[in-house]
C-alpha cells in the first residue's frame, strides 16, 4: 500500500457496508449495501430526476428539457454516426451506460468531504465497470450471432486477406476481439483510480508539508495545492471523457456486429 | 488496493446493486423514458423541417402565381390594346362616312339655294325692267311730253340694260 504519512491515498477505494446491513445475503452471496452500493443508487436517482425534467414534451422545450433532449440527441448521432440508422434501437442502453458511468464518476468527484462525507467513485471498482463492460460485450456477441448467424465469424478474416494469412489472422483478430471487454472495463477503472489516487496524494503532501513546518507548507504544499486544482480540473474532464470513450467504444463494437464489415 | 484486496468479500455485493441500479437505469430510464424524449426531439425536428418544406412550396406558388399574373395582364395588355385600335377605326370609318354624308346635304342645300337665289336674282331683274320701264315712260312723259308706247320703253330698257 503506499503511505503518505497517516494519509491512505486508497482508503478513498474501500468498500464499507452501510446501515448494518454486512450481512445480507441472496442464496449464500453476500449482497451489503454498500457505500459503493449507495453511489449506484445516488447515480441512478440523479439520473431518473434529470430525465424526469425532460419529460415535459413541449414543442418549444424550457431549458431543462433541452439539457435532456441535448444529451438523448448527443447519443443518437453518436450512434447513427458509428452504426447508422439501424443504430437508433440502440439508444436507450447507450444513454443509460453514458449517462449512468458520467454521474458516478461526476458524484464521485463532489467536494463532499468538506461536509464530512466520505465520496465513493464506484466506477473505480473492476467489479463495477467489469459487469458494465460484459454487458456491452454480451450485447455485441448476442446481436452479432442474431444478425448473421456463425458467418460473424468473417469478422476475424478482414476483406482482402490473402489465404496463406486467413488462419493466423482469424487468431490474432479472436483475440483483439476477446480482449474487448477488458480493456474496456479495465480503462475505466485505471483512469478513476488514478486520478483519485493522484488527488489524494497531493492532497497529502499539502497536510504532511504543512503540518512539517510553516516553510515547507508554503512552498512544498502550496504548489501541491495549485497542481491539485489544475488536476481536480481534469478530473472532470476525465470523467467526461471516460464515460464518453465507453460509449463510443460500445457503439464502435455494436456496429461491428449490426454492420459486420 | 481495496479493488483487489476485497474483491472476494464484495464481488457478489458490487455485481448484485451495479445490476439492480442499472437495470432500473435501462429499464425505467433508458426504455422508459428516453423514446419519449427523443420522440418529442424527433417530432420536433419533423415539425420544423415540415413547416420549412411548406414555406418552400408556399413561395413556389406565389412565384408561380406571380407569373401566372404576369403574363394574364400582358394578354389583358394586348387585348386591350386591339380593342382599342378597332374601336379608333370604327369610329373613324364611322365618322368618315357622315361626313360624306354631311358633305352631300350640304352640297345639295347649296345647290338649292343657288337656285333660289338665281330666281330671286331673275324675278329681281324683271322686277326692276316693269320699273325702268314706267320710270322711262315717266321719264319720256315729262321731258318730251310724249306718251312712249309700252313697247317702245320696254325694247329702250331691254336694250339699256343689255348694255349694262
Known amino acids: ?261 | 488496493m481495496p479493488q483487489i484486496a476485497q474483491i472476494a468479500d464484495t464481488y457478489s455485493s458490487q455485481i448484485f446493486w451495479l445490476l439492480l441500479t442499472f437495470g432500473f437505469v435501462f429499464f425505467v430510464i433508458g426504455l422508459g423514458m428516453v423514446p419519449k424524449v427523443q420522440g418529442t426531439a424527433d417530432a420536433r425536428d419533423a415539425k420544423i423541417s415540415g413547416d420549412l418544406d411548406a414555406a418552400k412550396a408556399a413561395f413556389a406558388r406565389a412565384d408561380e402565381a406571380e407569373a401566372d399574373y404576369r403574363t394574364r395582364d400582358a394578354q389583358n395588355r394586348s387585348a386591350a390594346q386591339a380593342l382599342i385600335a378597332r374601336a379608333k377605326a370604327d369610329a373613324a370609318k364611322a365618322s368618315e362616312t357622315r361626313l360624306a354624308a354631311a358633305d352631300a346635304d350640304i352640297a345639295q342645300v347649296i345647290g338649292a339655294a343657288e337656285a333660289r337665289i338665281a330666281a330671286a336674282s331673275n324675278a329681281a331683274m324683271a322686277q326692276i325692267e316693269t320699273v325702268a320701264v314706267d320710270a322711262a315712260r315717266d321719264m319720256v312723259a315729262r321731258i318730251a311730253g310724249v306718251e312712249a308706247s309700252d313697247e317702245a320703253a320696254r325694247n329702250a330698257v331691254k336694250a339699256a340694260l343689255a348694255h349694262g
Not at chain 1, 76 to 96: M, Q, T
Not at chain 1, 211 to 224: D, H, I, K, Q, R
Request: cysteine-free; glycine content about 10%.
Open chain 1, 1 to 261: 500500500m503506499a503511505e503518505s504519512g497517516k494519509i491512505d491515498p486508497m482508503h478513498q477505494f474501500a468498500i464499507e457496508p452501510l446501515f448494518g446491513t454486512d450481512h445480507l445475503s441472496i442464496g449464500g452471496f453476500n449482497i451489503a449495501f454498500t457505500n459503493s452500493a449507495l453511489y449506484m443508487v445516488a447515480a441512478a436517482l440523479v439520473l431518473w430526476i434529470f430525465v424526469v425534467g425532460g419529460m415535459k414534451r413541449e414543442l418549444v422545450p424550457g431549458r431543462w428539457q433541452m439539457a435532456v433532449e441535448y444529451m438523448t440527441g448527443f447519443i443518437k448521432n453518436l450512434l447513427i454516426s458509428n452504426v447508422g440508422e439501424g443504430g437508433r434501437k440502440y439508444i436507450p442502453y447507450v444513454f443509460s451506460l453514458f449517462m449512468f458511468i458520467l454521474l458516478a464518476n461526476l458524484l464521485g468527484l463532489l467536494p463532499l468531504g468538506l461536509i464530512g462525507m466520505h465520496p465513493f467513485t464506484f466506477t473505480s471498482h473492476f467489479t463495477a465497470t467489469g459487469v458494465l463492460a460484459i454487458m456491452s460485450f454480451s450485447i455485441v456477441l448476442i446481436v452479432g450471432f442474431w444478425k448473421h448467424g456463425l458467418h460473424f465469424f468473417s469478422l476475424f478474416v478482414p476483406h482482402g486477406t490473402p489465404a496463406l494469412m486467413v488462419v493466423p489472422l482469424f487468431f490474432i483478430e479472436l483475440v483483439s476481439f476477446m480482449v474487448r471487454p477488458f480493456s474496456l472495463g479495465l480503462r475505466l477503472f485505471v483512469a478513476m483510480t488514478a486520478g483519485h489516487v493522484l488527488l489524494k496524494v497531493l492532497a497529502g503532501f499539502v497536510i504532511n508539508s504543512a503540518n512539517a513546518s510553516p516553510a515547507l507548507g508554503l512552498t512544498v504544499g502550496f504548489a501541491s495545492f495549485v497542481l491539485m486544482i489544475g488536476i481536480s480540473a481534469l478530473e472532470v474532464l476525465v470523467a467526461v471523457i471516460q464515460a464518453y470513450v465507453f460509449a463510443l467504444l460500445t457503439s464502435v463494437y455494436i456496429n461491428d456486429a449490426e454492420n459486420l464489415h
